[in-house]
Nanobody
Framework: QVQLVESGGGSVQPGGSLRLSCAVF?????????????MGWFRQVPGKEREGVAS???????TYADSVKGRFTISTDSAKNTLYLRMTSLKPEDTAVYSC??????????????????WGKGTLVTISS
């Protein structure tokens, strides 16, 4: 069983920064190593469809949604088996529940939720003055 646990959400003012973390846990028979396969961050606002924010392939190649390009950075730490999303210059429209996801394939195809096999429960990010 692979489990993804997000943390780091909260409430900040516009222009502020946050770093989201996604720790990956697995038992002996289902060990999942970050930086080996495609992982991603997604966000959802109530009443709207889930939006892909960023993905990173097992090769380390990142992909970003146009709405966050230049402001968000996705990365992994193999030693901590954790996926990160560094968010800067935050805007009110970035307010959403952010979820991390992991795939069993090495290379991402864009930022598509259909290709993901494991999901975290999400963490709320609120941008408000």
């Amino acid at each position: 069983q692979v489990q993804l646990v997000e943390s780091g959400g909260g409430s900040v003012q516009p222009g502020g920064s946050l770093r989201l973390s996604c720790a990956v846990f697995g038992d002996t028979y289902s060990a999942y190593r970050v930086a080996s396969n495609c992982m991603g961050w997604f966000r959802q606002v109530p009443g709207k469809e889930r939006e892909g924010v960023a993905s990173i392939s097992g090769s380390g190649t990142p992909t970003y949604a146009d709405s966050v390009k230049g402001r968000f950075t996705i990365s992994t730490d193999s030693a901590k088996n954790t996926l990160y999303l560094r968010m800067t210059s935050l805007k009110p429209e970035d307010t959403a529940v952010y979820s991390c996801a992991a795939s069993n394939v090495r290379f991402c195809v864009g930022i598509t939720s259909s290709g993901m096999d494991y999901w975290g429960k999400g963490t709320l990010v609120t941008i408000s003055s």
